[in-house]
């Protein structure tokens, strides 16, 4: 049984409606037969990503530089205001399990640890949790991740928590779980295998690993936690990267008229300022942003996007500002350790450290 949703039925319906979910799904809630509630979590999650874009701009063109991931001020931010915007994995994600608990789904939420990209490919070790993902089990006892706010790479439909099942992602990419321990795990007990989430961009490469999670829950309390340090921690990227990921839907094939299933075919992507766009095939550059103005409008043309004054203006001063003259933005903060951090503006932020302060 769901536990309570912090949102109405009236503010479910409305959601519901601006994902623009099909209206024979949207009078559905959870039905207790295991393959009719699998579809419906299936088209959910592909109007949620495609509508509701990730972006962590709420950090950047802020006059505070810090967000929020209380459910409903996501909610009045999104759906309320009407303005595009959207917000990173503990914003979406927390809303999003809101959603599922309000429609009836047994849905709770799991820490996730993370590869981080180097040169666009995630390798290394394993971060603390930074992410989370949706964990729903249905009736049939079937087990699935449901993952709305990870980004370029991330599901783009609820993933069974089944050893090497893999599933098409998107275009040639397949995305799978598998159940092993992690390199720094020290307790090695069948219990502590952990589900990897592992992606192969076609057939003929090899799987990598991008992010691992138990089925052990994690509370609002903890996230807040969490969220304080990729919101605002001089080590994690959120704070010097610009980024936006919007999935692109189309009808399924063999699906007629407006009521018929969905299918997410590409992304669309800001990094900075330069906008990127993903059909299923190889990435493109669609346009390269050199001025906030042009960034702003790229956002509204691209994304659907608009921000009121006082966001754009918060953005001013900030690293991350584009200047379009060639000069170099710079954010300088001091970390938890005495250490100073350094952001430079570039081809791509680099950051440097500079020891204890």
């Known amino acids: 049984m769901a536990a309570p949703s912090v949102f109405s039925e009236e503010q479910i319906a409305t959601y519901l409606r601006y994902i623009d979910l099909p209206l024979r799904l949207q009078q559905q809630r959870w039905t207790g037969e295991a393959s009719k509630d699998l579809h419906f979590i299936e088209q959910l999650h592909t109007h949620m ?11 950047h063109y802020n006059p505070t530089h810090t967000n929020f991931i209380n459910p409903q001020e996501t909610y009045q931010n999104i759906v309320g205001n009407r ?22 789904f047994p849905a709770y939420l799991a820490p996730v640890r993370i590869r981080h990209r180097v040169d666009g490919v995630p390798q290394g070790d394993y971060s603390g949790w930074v992410h989370l993902v949706n964990l729903i089990t249905l009736t049939d006892g079937s087990k699935w991740s449901l993952d709305v706010g990870f980004g370029g790479d991330g599901m783009t439909a609820p993933v069974p928590l089944v050893h090497d099942r893999p599933q098409t992602n998107m275009g040639s990419q397949e995305v799978r779980l598998w159940h092993d321990w992690i390199p720094s795990q020290l307790h090695r007990t069948e219990e502590a295998k952990l589900w990897i989430y592992q992606y192969r961009n076609d057939a003929q490469q090899d799987w990598n690993s991008f992010f691992a999670f ?18 605002s921690h001089p080590e994690s990227f959120q704070t010097f990267t ?41 990435t493109k550059v669609v346009e390269d942003c050199k001025t906030e103005e042009q960034r702003l409008e790229a956002l509204k043309k691209w994304f659907g996007m608009i921000f009121t004054e006082e966001e754009k203006n918060g953005i001013r001063g900030w690293g991350t500002e584009l200047h379009g003259d060639g000069s170099e933005g710079v954010i300088a903060r001091q970390g938890s350790r005495g250490e100073t951090w350094a952001y430079r503006r570039g081809k791509d932020w680099q950051r440097t450290w500079s020891g204890p302060a």
Not at 49 to 59: D, G, H, K
Not at 259 to 269: A, F
């Open 49 to 59: 990503i495609s509508a509701i874009s990730y972006e962590n701009l709420w950090l």
């Open 83 to 104: 303005r595009g915007r959207g917000g990173y994995c503990f914003q979406v994600s927390i809303f999003f399990n809101h959603v599922l608990r309000g429609l009836g």
């Open 214 to 231: 138990s089925e052990a829950e994690a509370m609002f309390a903890d996230f807040h936690n969490l969220n304080w340090y990729t919101g």
């Open 242 to 282: 610009c980024i936006v990921v919007k999935f692109l839907r189309r009808p399924k094939s063999g699906s007629e008229g407006n009521d018929g299933d969905q299918e997410i075919y590409g992304k669309r992507m800001l990094v900075n300022g330069v906008v990127k766009e993903n059909l299923g095939g190889k």
